[in-house]
């Protein structure tokens, strides 16, 4: 058994062993179309069975191919597949903020399409009584690249302890996830064109070799041996900023302490 596909295992039975201490027997997974969606839905398999795990597309204006991959996905498990479109309900949200006078800009359209998401899971999940499983990884989590309350928003992170080039090297323990998933560039697909190596600045390969340098565990391990190489100073100061800058994401919304 490969290493990877003995963590795969490992995230596979925490995930059932947590669930099971709340008398939860499924999982909804919203499916984009992209890697770590595909990693997830391949776990919540392994821990609940494809009868019991749900996987869901959810396009706003969205590239076809995206919903495709997904669908094509959801098929090779064998899990239940529903595309729910949230165009209409994000659009009658925005209208709405500007008829009063609020600015609506491409950022804040983008957040309001990741939190509706969100809002379609739990919305389907609650009444089965099934999770939320969330498909981060810590490179995303470390620099804040998520929607607070919007993907950031779930029950559980399997993946949150893993770099987004770890996610590919377990992927490849998959073979049910179709080949164009693992060589596609990742989006979050919130506006055309849109990719997260242009948003963050660089590729993952790189952003992964600088984040391992503030990691005491990764600095070690033997996968990252060589993440000092060529790093500069300019680099490492732009991703120190973005995890700074973040750090309210990652915490609970902080609480006056009465005296």
């Known amino acids: 058994m490969s290493y990877w596909n003995d963590e795969n295992e490992k995230i596979a039975a925490w995930i059932k062993e947590y669930a099971d201490r709340f008398g939860i027997k499924g999982a909804v997974v919203g499916l984009s179309g992209g890697i770590d969606s595909a990693v997830i839905a391949c776990l919540?398999?392994?821990?609940?069975?494809k009868d019991n795990v749900i996987g869901v597309s959810i396009p706003c204006q969205s590239?076809?191919?995206?919903?495709?991959?997904?669908?094509?996905?959801?098929?090779?498990?064998?899990?239940?597949?529903?595309?729910?479109?949230?165009?209409?309900?994000?659009?009658?949200?925005?209208d709405s903020l500007k008829m009063a006078h609020f600015e609506v800009n491409e950022l804040s359209l983008a957040n309001m399409k990741a939190r509706e998401r969100m809002n379609t899971l739990y919305a389907i999940a609650g009444p089965m009584n099934y999770l939320v499983v969330g498909t981060g990884n810590k490179s995303e989590l470390m620099v804040g690249y998520f929607t607070k309350y919007g993907d950031g928003g779930v029950d559980m992170e399997p993946l949150g302890n893993y770099y987004k080039t770890e996610v590919y090297k377990m992927a490849e323990e998959m073979p049910e996830i179709p080949g164009n998933i693992k060589v596609k560039a990742p989006t979050a697909d919130l506006w055309d064109g849109q990719t997260d190596e242009q948003e963050l600045g660089m590729p993952y390969s790189r952003l992964?070799?600088?984040?391992?340098?503030?990691?005491?565990?990764?600095?070690?391990?033997?996968?990252?041996?060589?993440?000092?190489?060529?790093?500069?100073?300019?680099?490492?100061?732009?991703?120190?900023g973005m995890i700074q800058r973040s750090d309210h994401k990652n915490n609970l919304p902080p609480r006056y302490k009465r005296e």
């Open 44 to 49: 919540a398999v392994e821990a609940f069975g």
């Open 63 to 94: 590239r076809e191919d995206m919903n495709k991959d997904a669908k094509k996905l959801a098929v090779n498990l064998g899990i239940r597949f529903q595309t729910v479109q949230i165009r209409k309900s994000v659009a009658f949200l925005a």
């Open 208 to 240: 992964d070799k600088i984040l391992a340098l503030m990691d005491p565990y990764y600095i070690w391990h033997k996968a990252y041996e060589d993440s000092h190489d060529n790093i500069t100073e300019e680099e490492f100061n732009k991703v120190l």
